[in-house]
Structure formats: structure tokens, C-alpha cells
């Protein structure tokens, strides 16, 4: 082959991995499929990222055609040191390599469940914490003291101490299980709404499972179950990984020889699995 035509056939190769892997990545924000993979923090820079793959695909694609024209624009520079490699095996299983992402995003996006939660272990959220110790007023002190590290959460289990239900919600999931934890005196006796899957592990026993969640802070290989032990009289009909929404009452209790709130469930009800199988630390929080 001509060394002009094997440029061109290099500099081709090259632009058809840049724009598959733009589209590829275009193809995950147009599906709303981003966030199984990343964290919703990141997909900004990832969609510029696309951007910026296929001008750079536009940009080799143009390259080709001078190549393809006798002119290669990378030998401009007379150094003699931009020939086309030959077109072999090796060449192509570097092509081959940079296409493996795509190939990988081909494959459907399995969330996090509880096997994954098995393997990595599940967080009860500040079951193990001792209440800080500070605080500005009697009142506070005696229910919710805080330090320097833990006044948002005593200023956020206050705000949830005087509603009659705590519906959890989404954008503050940990942030919510955290302070009421914190705070597990406080919260005794109080009713509660939150959804999750169906998880049991060791400590699980008989009429007990774990409503959980994955707290992810970049992606997935990062992420981390949180989940709260519940009481359910139905608890052996709860298939593992089921997508449920309980209500209760929250009691004192202990769960795997730790002290943790219980929630006591009174009302149960298969829930869709969210559009977002994962939940992020507020970074305003």
C-alpha cells in the first residue's frame, strides 16, 4: 500500500474511534442512562468530553482526506519521523483497545443490589458514633448536642423532629438516616416513610431485612449501602432485591450486636425501582 494511502487509512482508523466513543457517551446522556455509571457531578465534564471527541474525530477525518490527497499535514514539519506505521496485527489491537469502553457500554447497566452489598458490606448509618457533646442552648444538649463536625446534622434532626411523618427524601437520603441515627433517642417512637431494596446478610434474623441503598460518590466501584434494619411481620415473603416502600414507627433496638434504630413496618408496598438506582452526599449539605 502507497505510504499516503496507508496514512490516510491510519488517520481514518483514528477518526472512527474518536466519534464512536462520542457517540457512544452521547448515546448514554440522551438515554439518561449517565448516572448508572457516574455520579450526576460529572456528567457536565463528560458531555463536553463528547464534544471535544468529535471535533477531535472531525479534525483527523480531515487529516485522512489530505493524506488520502498526497499531502499529510503531520509531515509538514521535514523531520522524517511521521511515517505510517504498517497496518498489522499490532496496529489494530491498539484500535481495538480504545474501542473496549464501547464495547463495554454496549452491555446493559446492572445497578448495584444486594449481592454487592453482601460483598462489600452494609452501613448503619452512625450506629456505632457516640453523640458529640456540645451544643448552645440546655434544650439542645439534652436532645440534640453537636460539635464542630456534627451541627448540620443536629439542625437537620431537629427540622425532621417536628414533622409527624418523615418521608425520606432522595436528595437527602444519608444526610436523613445519619441525623436521625445520630440521634436514636430522639427519634424512638417516631414514624418514618423511605424506600429501598430488600437486602439480608448475617445479622438479618427472622422477620428482620435491610431496606438499603447505594451511596455512590464518583461511580459505582466507589459506592456504599447504607440501610436501616426493618421489622416486617411479612418479611419472609420479601423477595432479595425487591423494591419496596415502607412506613413505620422507628424503635430502639440492636442489629448485629450494635445498637440501631428499627423501623417497625405497618404499612408495605412494592415500589418501581427508582430512575436513579443510587444516592450522593449533598455537597451543600
Sequence with gaps: MAPTALAALHHAAKSAVLAAL?????????????????????????????????????????????????????????????????????????????????VFGLLPAVPLGSADAARAGIHLPGAAAEHPQRSDTAADAEAFPFDEFTRPYAELARRLHALPLIDVPEPLYIETLSSIDLYRKAFAGHRIRLTGFVHRDSGATDGVYLLSRFA?????????????????????????????????????????????????????????????????????F
Excluded at 222 to 251: F, H, I, M, S
Excluded at 277 to 284: A, E, I, K, R, T
Aim: proline share 8%; with cysteine; aromatic share 8%.
Design 216 to 284: 455512590v460518590s464518583c461511580c459505582p466501584a466507589d459506592a456504599r449501602a447504607y440501610g436501616l434494619p426493618v421489622l416486617d411481620a411479612q418479611a419472609k415473603q420479601r423477595r432479595t432485591d425487591e423494591w419496596l416502600t415502607v412506613e413505620g414507627v422507628l424503635e430502639e433496638g440492636v442489629y448485629d450486636g450494635q445498637p440501631a434504630l428499627v423501623l417497625r413496618a405497618e404499612q408495605t408496598r412494592s415500589a418501581p425501582p427508582p430512575a436513579s438506582p443510587y444516592v450522593y452526599l449533598d455537597p451543600d
Design 22 to 102: 462520542s457517540l457512544s457517551l452521547t448515546q448514554l446522556a440522551r438515554t439518561g442512562t449517565l448516572n448508572r455509571y457516574i455520579a450526576p457531578k460529572l456528567e457536565l465534564g463528560v458531555k463536553l468530553s463528547a464534544l471535544a471527541l468529535f471535533a477531535l474525530a472531525v479534525f483527523r477525518l480531515w487529516i485522512a482526506l489530505r493524506a488520502w490527497q498526497g499531502d499529510d499535514a503531520e509531515a509538514d514539519c521535514g523531520c522524517g519521523a511521521h511515517g505510517p506505521a504498517a497496518a498489522g496485527p499490532r496496529q489494530l489491537a491498539v484500535y481495538a483497545m480504545f474501542l473496549l469502553p464501547i
